[in-house]
């Protein structure tokens, strides 16, 4: 399989993991590789359901339009899996064609006609859940992986701006500490000051009131449950016992 559909896997829990040397890093036990081998169909049938479709492609699976489609998506029916940004800078979202094909067996009724004027007042007021539908994919792939409850505090804190963390984390060992901790962006090309990851900003950060709130509340029982195993690390202090 291809370094991106095992990825994907793991974040889908289709392949099952453990915790690497470092804050973030993963890595697959033989007996899971062995596991997969002896499945059947494989390598095919796993590669078949982190198969990938834009809006094009996603639309054909459904025998809809693609701004039906799109509609869809916006309306949070649909869940991207993925993004990338185009060379017009503009986000391209990509989606599990498993949960394309589900969503077309089991909503026929949403597929053509005239949509309930419910759905059309959401769009007609500008509704796009597709960043924060994949935010809390993103959210829930990393906190499985998490080791501890301070890695768990630090993937909710990378969901927030600076000045919200700050406000909930006044003590700067402790925000340094859980930057240290922060898991890696998902990896895009150029560097961190480039057009691509000025793009891509929009959508690794939380921008919805209620996302947000939630995520604040997330974060202060996760630095409670934290401090409990341990305090974070202060300059001189022995490095913290593994979880």
């Known amino acids: 399989m291809k370094r991106t559909e095992l990825n994907l896997a793991v974040q889908l829990g289709l392949v099952r993991t453990a915790g690497g040397k470092d804050p973030g890093r993963w890595r697959v036990a033989r007996s899971e590789v062995e596991r997969l081998q002896a499945a059947h169909g494989f390598p095919e049938a796993l590669r078949g359901r982190v198969k990938l479709v834009g809006t094009s492609a996603g639309a054909d699976l459904m025998g809809i339009t693609r701004d039906r489609f799109t509609k869809l998506a916006r309306l949070g029916f649909l869940v991207p899996a993925k993004f990338y940004i185009n060379r017009y ?6 989606y599990l064609a498993d949960d394309v094909r589900q969503f077309a067996e089991a909503n026929a009724a949403l597929l053509s006609g005239k949509a309930p004027v419910t759905l059309r007042t959401r769009l007609g007021a500008g509704e796009d859940r597709r960043a924060r539908n994949w935010r809390e994919r993103h959210c829930s792939h990393l ?15 990378s969901m927030l701006d600076a000045a919200q963390v700050m406000d909930l984390v006044p003590d700067p060992y402790e925000r340094a500490y859980l930057n240290r901790l922060r898991p890696e962006a998902p990896g895009l090309p150029g560097g961190p000051d480039s057009p691509t990851a000025q793009a891509a900003a929009r959508v690794l950060l939380a921008d919805d009131p209620d996302e947000i709130r939630w995520l ?10 934290a401090r409990k195993r341990h ?3 202060r300059p001189g202090d022995p490095p913290p016992l593994p979880p």
């Open 89 to 94: 800078r503009a986000m391209v979202w990509l």
């Open 231 to 233: 305090p974070a690390p």
């Open 143 to 157: 906190l499985r992986l998490a080791q501890g409850p301070w890695e768990g505090a630090a993937v909710t804190a």
């Open 216 to 225: 604040c509340t997330t974060l202060v029982l996760g630095l409670a449950e």
